[in-house]
């Protein structure tokens, strides 16, 4: 992945698990819990592909395992992430730009289904039995309405975010640059000729040249 995937990535990524630990488990609301860290992921996927996507799915799983109030083993949420990371990237449209709102919502539905029956799929190999207690029927319905709730204002803008980084014309414009700058200088230095705006000098000065010697060829002649 590239330095400004990583680095802006990371920044959503701990944005939103913060905000998720600190103020929507909070609500107490009934059911599952709004899985902002969820939306995130599926946003970058969808711009990433599915490499980015299942990277970066891993990581925020990851991070949300290791950080409090975790109750559950760790790897199990990143595993869950990585694989509808890697789902979403797959669905990725074409340049990264969103044609319509209906698809990006049935991935998030999608989504909320799959990484809650995944978890508690995980869960039961290792001996947590939680989610039969609270109710799965439920945990999927109250997932997938939060998620959908939630998705227009954080998909969206999180997409937005990824593809800004992605095409910075101030980036590439400065870095070609740079490139132009390095290599016109380790070519005057190697053959003491200055290229870039003394170009058309060279080119006027060999016209001059081969005139003179026209001229000097046809006096010849004369004489």
């Avoid at 630990?21 to 009934?30: F, M």
């Avoid at 109750?71 to 669905?91: E, K, M, S």
């Avoid at 910075?168 to 740079?178: C, F, I, V």
């Avoid at 003179?212 to 010849?220: E, S």
Wanted: charged share 15%; net charge positive.
């Amino acid at each position: 992945m590239r330095v400004n995937r990583i680095l802006l990535s990371t920044a959503l990524v701990v944005v939103a698990l913060v905000v998720q630990v600190s103020v929507l488990a909070r609500l107490h609301l009934p059911g599952a819990v709004p899985d902002l860290l969820l939306l995130t992921v599926l946003a970058l996927a969808m711009v990433y592909g599915h490499v980015g996507g299942a990277l970066v799915g891993f990581g925020a799983g990851l991070l949300a395992d290791l950080a409090p109030p975790a109750d559950h083993a760790a790897g199990r949420y990143a595993l869950v992430l990585c694989v509808i990371g890697y789902a979403a990237g797959l669905v990725k449209p074409e340049n990264g730009r969103l044609k319509s709102a209906i698809g990006p919502m049935l991935v998030v539905v999608g989504a909320a289904v799959g990484s809650t029956l995944l978890y508690a799929g995980v869960g039961a190999l290792v001996g947590d039995t939680a989610a039969r207690h609270v109710g799965l029927p439920g945990l999927l319905f109250s997932a997938a309405l939060y998620d959908l709730l939630l998705a227009p204002f954080v998909v969206p803008a999180v997409m937005a975010l990824a593809r800004r980084a992605e095409n910075d014309p101030l980036a590439e414009t400065t870095s070609a640059a740079n490139a132009t700058d390095i290599s016109s200088g380790w070519l005057a230095s190697g053959t003491g000729l200055r290229i870039g705006g003394q170009r058309g000098g060279l080119r006027m000065r060999t016209a001059r040249s081969r005139t003179a010697r026209a001229g000097r060829i046809k006096g010849v002649k004369r004489l």
